[in-house]
Nanobody, 123 residues
């Protein structure tokens, strides 16, 4: 499983960004794709998760109501739409994948990781 993130950048507080995760190289029926982030000086944390089939979606409390995860199975893409961004959303955002029947934002559950894309929220 290969994952490549894109879409990061510099945005002012209150602004929006859409991150993309291009996925390839899998043949499993059930795949969980998660978004994680690492803020400067902190540990990596789970942000959101979506299953490749079915309705499983998870958000961490800090992003509920502001971030939306979605998928396009035809294009093998997962997106993270981030609205009303705050300075504390700054960090490197990673997408990760694993063969799983269930969605999770526990990073040790994931076997495959992208290289990350930088998101900076600053005035």
């Amino acid at each position: 499983l290969q994952l490549v993130e894109s879409g990061g950048g510099l945005v002012q507080p209150g602004g929006s960004l859409r991150l993309s995760c291009a996925i390839s190289g899998f043949t499993w029926d059930h795949v969980a794709i998660g978004w994680f982030r690492r803020a400067p000086g902190t540990d990596r944390e789970g942000v959101s998760c979506i299953m490749n089939s079915g309705g499983g979606i998870i958000y961490t409390e800090a992003v509920k109501g502001r971030f939306t995860i979605s998928r396009d199975n035809d294009k093998n893409m997962v997106y993270l739409q981030m609205n009303n961004l705050k300075p504390e959303d700054t960090g490197v955002y990673y997408c990760a994948g694993t063969q799983s029947m269930f969605c999770t934002t526990v990073q040790t559950s994931y076997d495959y990781w992208g290289q990350g894309t930088q998101v900076t929220v600053s005035a």
